[in-house]
């Protein structure tokens, strides 16, 4: 299947109530129906700047992107909303190849920057989104939106990033630092899961590391209460260092701490 996923994906530009139904049928099975956006939504958006992605193989829609214009009061930008993939063709770097195609499309109708949220403790979503895009985290949002229902964030605060992807300029090299940084959250191991024990809120440095774990979903299905105590400790460094100047550049797997990755946070 892998084989096959990489050599005949097709990514398409959706255009038809048609694709936009099969969008909406594929969201709602990957989330909820409620979550999903509703097809008189997407007609409106690719009309008017935005667009939605499919991506095929062969007549299957296994994957999607969605965005939308977005505007600050000083200029146009264009967020993006979601991205979706069917379970059974995950782990394929689809994700991938549809942000580039996101990219791609974003330059062709004039864009230069694009934005959008994640979890930061979803380490997936941040290896691509930082280390593999090239994309930077500059605002960390408590509770961006609201108390969700489905089965990834049911139970915990949405806390998110905010993804600046400034598509226009040169790709940067992720490097690991050379030297030893000080990192903002000690932990340790309990019960096979890394546990926050302390918040250094003082770090004078230029650069810094934020470590989370690289397991957040089993830690939640395990035990609620360490999840929380994730959310809230990585909470109170993200979102010290963040307001004080310093923006989140990459995410480095901890070659010290099992299942244990680390927020590389550079001043500005």
């Not at 005949?8 to 530009?13: A, F, G, M, R």
Request: aromatic share 10%; glycine share 6%; hydrophobic share 40%.
């Amino acid at each position: 299947m892998k084989q096959e996923a990489l050599t005949s994906l097709v990514i398409k530009n959706l255009h038809t109530v048609k694709d936009l139904e099969a969008v909406y049928e594929l969201e709602a099975r990957i989330w909820s129906v409620e979550e999903a956006v509703p097809v008189n939504h997407t007609v409106a958006t690719v009309k008017n700047g935005g667009f939605v992605l499919g991506a095929f193989i062969g007549e299957e829609l296994i994957g999607f992107q969605y965005s939308f214009p977005g505007f600050d009061g000083t200029k146009v930008y264009l967020c993006s909303h979601s991205l979706g993939i069917h379970q059974k063709y995950r782990a394929f770097g689809i994700g991938e190849k549809l942000k580039n195609a996101q990219k791609q499309t974003a330059i062709e109708k004039g864009y230069d920057l694009i934005s959008w949220t994640y979890d930061p403790l979803e380490t997936v979503n941040a290896n691509l989104n930082l280390h593999k895009l090239g994309a930077v985290c500059t605002h960390y949002m408590e509770n961006a939106y609201g108390e969700m229902s489905d089965q990834m964030n049911a139970g915990i605060p949405s806390d998110r990033f905010l993804v600046e992807w400034r598509i226009q300029d040169v790709f940067p090299v992720r490097q690991r630092p050379d030297e030893v940084l000080p990192r903002a959250i000690e932990t340790e191991v309990a019960d096979g899961f890394r546990v926050p024990v302390s918040v250094n809120l003082n770090c004078r440095n230029e650069k810094v590391y934020i470590p989370v774990p690289g397991n957040f979903q089993d830690i939640k299905k395990r035990d609620i209460e360490l999840a929380l105590k994730w959310r809230k400790s990585t909470k109170e460094a993200f979102v010290q260092y963040l307001s004080k100047g310093w923006i989140a550049t990459d995410l480095i797997k901890d070659a010290d701490a099992k299942n244990q990755y680390l927020y590389l946070l550079e001043k500005r």
